[in-house]
């Protein structure tokens, strides 16, 4: 079992910038597949970014070259630096580990508004 803690998430003025971070309890596993989603008000959840066990990192086309997934195994955290905010980034962010064989977890996620 593997519980997931977001934090970091708050008010932050457009062109802003914030850092979320996700805490693991359990191991990281260099295997692990794991994400970070989001899902605004009136839509449905989508994937912001992933990087797998081999370190392969995806982004969705709106936060390309402004957000960075990183993940430090050994603390057990995964982090997303969010650059340039825009109000569309407005959502609430959710840590995703997918583990091969054992399943996958979710985050209670962390609200981030993004307004002036």
């Known amino acids: 079992q593997v519980q997931l803690v977001e934090s970091g998430g708050g008010l932050v003025r457009p062109g802003g910038s914030l850092r979320l971070s996700c805490a693991a309890s359990g191991s990281i596993f260099s295997s692990d597949n794991i994400g970070w989603y989001r899902r605004a008000p009136g839509k449905q959840r989508e994937l912001v970014a992933r990087i797998t066990g081999g370190s392969s990192t995806i982004y969705a086309d709106s936060v390309k070259g402004r957000f960075t997934i990183s993940r430090d195994n050994a603390r057990k955290m995964v982090g997303l630096q969010m650059n340039s905010l825009k109000p569309e980034d407005t959502a609430v962010y959710y840590c995703?580990?997918?583990?091969?064989?054992?399943?996958?977890?979710w985050g209670l996620g962390t609200q981030v508004t993004v307004s002036s």
């Open positions: 995703n580990l997918d583990r091969s064989g054992w399943g996958t977890y």
